[in-house]
């Protein structure tokens, strides 16, 4: 339903993109991504 809502929205030019909220968004999503993730480096014997 949301969806079906923006897409007339946009159709009739009255959707405006909030762009903090998007880059907001993509920066959680890609420290999630990086926390998610092991580190790439090589782990070291301890001595």
């Given at each position: 339903?949301?969806?079906?809502e ?8 009255e ?9 907001d ?23």
């Open positions: 339903m949301r969806i079906t923006i897409q007339e929205r946009v159709s009739r030019g959707y405006r993109v909030d762009a903090k909220a998007v880059a968004a993509i920066v959680r999503r890609l420290l999630k991504d990086a926390l998610a993730q092991p580190s790439s480096r090589p782990q070291r014997a301890c001595s």
